[in-house]
């Protein structure tokens, strides 16, 4: 996920992850920052925790045995929307075992 102005894992104003990104799975289930742990993923890299006018990156990770939840086919950040903010997405590799 590469931000500017956007809040991807941990808001660090706010301390929490309510701004977290949503993520879907192909069976439609949500995959969140927290909760039940095998609906969460984890970060890798957070360089998205608050807005500072230039441009960082977060590096989500998922992990699962389940593959009816894979792929991901939706992403839905939660702090967009405002002036200045501005976001992107890059899909890295898979891998099923």
């Not at 301390?15 to 984890?42: C, M, P, W």
């Not at 360089?47 to 894979?70: A, N, P």
């Amino acid at each position: 996920y590469h931000c500017k102005n956007s809040v991807a894992y941990l808001d660090e104003e706010a301390g929490d992850l309510k701004k977290a990104v949503l993520l879907q799975g192909s069976n439609d289930v949500e995959i969140r920052a927290e909760g039940n742990s095998r609906f969460t993923y984890s970060v890798l890299e957070d360089g998205c925790t608050k807005h500072t006018g230039k441009w960082g990156k977060t590096v989500i990770e998922y992990r699962s045995q389940k593959t009816s939840r894979l792929p991901i086919v939706d992403i839905a950040p939660m702090d967009i929307g405002g002036a200045e903010q501005e976001f992107g997405v890059d899909m890295g590799p898979v891998c099923f075992l």
